[in-house]
Nanobody, 128 residues
């Protein structure tokens, strides 16, 4: 059974940090671009950060550049999103997604929301 499961969400104060994990089962992430998305109440889902499998190319939404870092550990079949200096506007349900890799797939994943698999999401709340 193909699955993506997110871990690591929670409540954090502004300025704090969280690390999200996305674990895959039923398939290997080696050949997939992986992305993190978020959806806040009343808003559309948006691509936050995506990473290629072939050369490690990355995409970041402008508002998270310099604060968030995406990484992958293919040996563990897991992708991470390190989130630092969190702001209240980062509050959302965060999802990971996988898209069969090809040239620029990571960019299309993040900007066009094209994915083969989606996780169920994990809530991140930034509040004092």
């Amino acid at each position: 059974q193909v699955q993506l499961v997110e871990f690591g969400g929670g409540l954090v104060q502004p300025g704090g940090s969280l690390r999200l994990s996305c674990a895959a089962s039923g398939f290997t992430l080696d050949y997939y671009a992986i992305g993190w998305f978020r959806q806040a109440p009343g808003k559309e889902r948006e691509g936050v950060s995506c990473i290629s499998s072939s050369d490690g190319s990355t995409y970041y939404k402008n508002s998270v550049k310099g604060r968030f870092t995406i990484s992958r550990d293919n040996a563990k079949n897991t992708v991470y999103l390190q989130m630092n200096t969190l702001k209240p506007e980062d509050t959302a349900v965060y999802y990971c997604a996988a898209y069969r890799d090809y040239k620029d797939a990571y960019y299309h994943l993040c900007t066009l929301n094209e994915a083969d698999y989606w996780g169920q999401g994990t809530q991140v709340t930034v509040s004092s």
